[in-house]
């Protein structure tokens, strides 16, 4: 059974930083392109960054020198860094395998202004 586990969210104060955590079980980080997505409220699901088996990625304008995404293959983790935060990146956010439609529970990302 495939399963995600976000962690590493919480409430920061603009200009802070995040590092966001997903522990993989039942599937392979290094073997699939990756992605992690954010849904603030009221707000459809948006992609934040991807990260293909072969190590390109891929980032959303409004987060681009900001947000890094990255895996450790020794822990099936991916992860995603975040820097220089706004208010506007307030959400919840998802990690998940490109292409695939259930989500799990998310972390939480507040920003303070």
């Known amino acids: 059974q495939v399963q995600f586990v976000e962690s590493g969210g919480g409430l920061v104060q603009a200009g802070g930083s995040l590092r966001l955590s997903c522990a993989a079980s039942?599937?392979?980080?290094?073997?699939?392109?990756m992605v992690w997505y954010r849904q603030a409220p009221g707000q459809q699901r948006e992609l934040v960054a991807a990260?293909?088996?072969?190590?390109?990625?891929n980032y959303a304008e409004s987060v681009k020198g900001r947000f890094t995404i990255s895996r450790d293959n020794a822990k099936n983790t991916l992860y995603l860094q975040m820097n220089s935060l706004k208010p506007e990146d307030t959400g919840v956010y998802y990690c998940?395998?490109?292409?695939?439609?259930?989500w799990g529970q998310g972390t939480q990302v507040n920003v303070s202004s």
């Open positions: 998940n395998r490109l292409g695939v439609t259930t």
């Open positions: 039942g599937v392979t980080v290094r073997f699939n392109s």
């Open positions: 990260l293909t088996s072969g190590g390109i990625t």
